[in-house]
């Protein structure tokens, strides 16, 4: 029985009674049957900086960080990671909103299991008993408050927890409820088109990791997997080929920072799947352009509602081979209220800000073009027609080599707004301004030169940053084009021109 989410304040009351526990009638298990080893490699820099307390945990009691303190691989990691579960156990045995939360229990059971055969030795059998009872009593608290779980990635995470303690423990009941809860979300997350309805690759790459971890644990235990796995598995791995760009990491859209490209090539390694990405995801409203050496990804839908959602409506990122060009300024962690709201701004994406607020479309279209190997799109939103009056277009084009982009950014409507157009360059490019202003010459990492130029607006260079997530910000450049609109609204025209390598 699942409390409504009326009776929730009154349930929380229940639990956190002294004798709640009494109620989850559980024993601990004999022995657990654990799956594979765990195959994501851990951050062991990040870990270091834990250890030492440099750094603190973003969430101290979902044991995320036990894969970056497995990587060090010495003993003074294991002992941490020892000493801190023990301190975890003696004080959370009881029931708290924060520590039991649906999924804080399903990330933390899931992490239990997965590094138990590190995290556990045989010359510690009580805290083994210990993690055992008490991993025992909360997944039978969790299978009780399962639908509590945010709406999203974090329903599939708790979900995620209660399935593998089901296959370590032996416990059909919760593998069914597990299941079928686990089908629903599925279905209702997994876009046609292979996308993650939050729209942010970060976060797509989570939920299939979590469900590659769920088909190997099912596999391991000769149980059937469960109602829309392998279609999603399917789906999902194009979707990741979709976005990942020139350098193998992944796109900069809706809370995606710096994701390193091998853990992507691992995701996409395990999930087995072969599937080509496709030239528009239409479902997920993001639109590809390749040619040559030259990627473009365009984010051409709604934004989602969700805490992950950027107003980047129209705005893009390219590379050449493995060097980044433009982007958009990245993400931050929870714990940084402050960068994490400055991101999801307009003006921190590479498209056009009307009046220095933010877009908020209602409606998105785009239409796509290919012809002899070249690459037109052509979009539209209206996010800034309620508040100022204006429709913006923007088309690009990429040529059959990959040598040149041309944009084209049209604003239809009311007179006399300012506007500016703003393309976000890696912290890696370096950009100046041609001695005529009229150009921006732009040095690669690789060494490739490119130009911009622009008609319509003048051309100005200012401060930019990448944030890539939980490290700081590095400093990087932006061109800018400002303007106001006229009687017939404005047009910008521009193009990133390859010069090759000098």
């Known amino acids: 029985m699942t409390p409504s989410t009326l009776f929730r304040p009154l349930a929380h009351l229940f639990f956190g009674l002294p004798f709640y526990g009494y109620f989850l009638k559980s024993t601990s298990p004999a022995a657990l049957a654990l799956g594979p080893a765990d195959p994501w490699p851990g951050n062991a820099d990040l870990a270091q900086r834990l250890v030492t307390g440099d750094v603190t945990l973003a969430n101290p009691h979902d044991f995320n960080e036990l894969s970056d303190i497995r990587a ?28 039991w939360a649906p999924e804080t229990i399903g990330n933390r ?24 009872a008490a991993a025992a009593l909360q997944a039978r608290h969790l299978a009780r408050t399962l639908s509590w779980a945010p709406e999203g990635q974090q329903q599939l995470a708790a979900a995620k927890g209660l399935l593998l303690w089901s296959l370590a423990e032996g416990n059909d009941a919760l593998l069914e409820r597990a299941a079928s809860v686990l089908t629903l979300e599925v279905k209702k997350q997994i876009h046609p088109d292979g996308g993650h309805v939050s729209r942010s690759p970060a976060v797509h790459l989570v939920v299939l990791k979590d469900l590659i971890d769920m088909k190997v644990w099912l596999n391991a235990s000769n ?17 990741v080929r979709f976005w990942r760009m020139g350098d193998g990491s992944l796109a900069r859209f809706n809370d995606t920072g710096d994701i390193s490209a091998a853990q992507v090539s691992l995701a996409l390694a395990l999930s087995g799947v072969r599937g080509k990405p496709l030239g528009t995801a239409p479902h997920s409203g993001f639109e590809r352009l390749s040619a040559g050496r030259a990627l473009v990804l365009m984010d051409a839908g709604r934004p989602a509602q969700d805490d992950h959602a950027h107003a980047g409506t129209l705005s893009f990122e390219m590379t050449a081979g493995r060097q980044r060009i433009v982007s958009n300024m990245g993400a931050a962690p929870a714990h940084q209220p402050g960068w994490r709201q400055a991101l999801k701004h ?3 994406h590479s498209t056009v800000t009307v009046g220095n607020t933010d877009s908020l479309p209602l409606s998105v279209s785009s239409e ?3 012809e002899q190997g070249a690459v037109w799109v052509n979009t539209r939103h209206d996010g800034y027609l309620a508040s100022h009056g204006l429709i913006h277009k923007r088309r690009l084009h ?22 500016a157009l703003r393309f976000h360059l890696d912290p890696q490019v370096q950009a100046a ?15 490739a030169g490119w130009r911009f130029r622009a008609k319509g607006a003048a051309i100005d260079m200012e401060d930019s940053a990448f944030k890539p997530g939980d490290d700081s910000p590095r400093r990087s450049q932006q061109i800018v084009l400002k303007g106001a609109t006229g009687s017939g609204g404005a047009v910008v025209k521009w193009a990133f021109d390859s010069l090759g390598k000098r």
Not at 74 to 99: G, N, T
Request: aromatic residues 6%.
């Open 72 to 99: 060090m691989g010495d003993m003074i990691a294991s002992s941490w990671a020892r000493q801190r579960l023990r301190a975890w156990l003696d004080s959370h045995a009881r029931w708290s909103e924060a520590a």
């Open 223 to 239: 149980r059937e997997l469960f109602d829309g796995l392998q279609s999603a598995l399917d789906r999902m791995g194009p979707m």
């Open 368 to 370: 796509r073009q290919e």
């Open 433 to 447: 301004l041609s001695g005529d202003a009229q150009a921006v010459l732009l040095k690669l990492g690789d060494g």
């Open 398 to 419: 990429l040529d059959s080599q990959g040598t040149t982009l041309r944009g084209e950014d049209r604003l239809e409507g009311k007179e006399g707004v300012e506007v």
């Open 346 to 348: 307009t003006a921190a």
């Open 109 to 132: 059971l899931s992490n239990w299991l997965k590094h138990a055969p590190w995290l556990l030795d045989e010359s510690q059998p009580g805290l083994s008993q210990d993690l055992k």
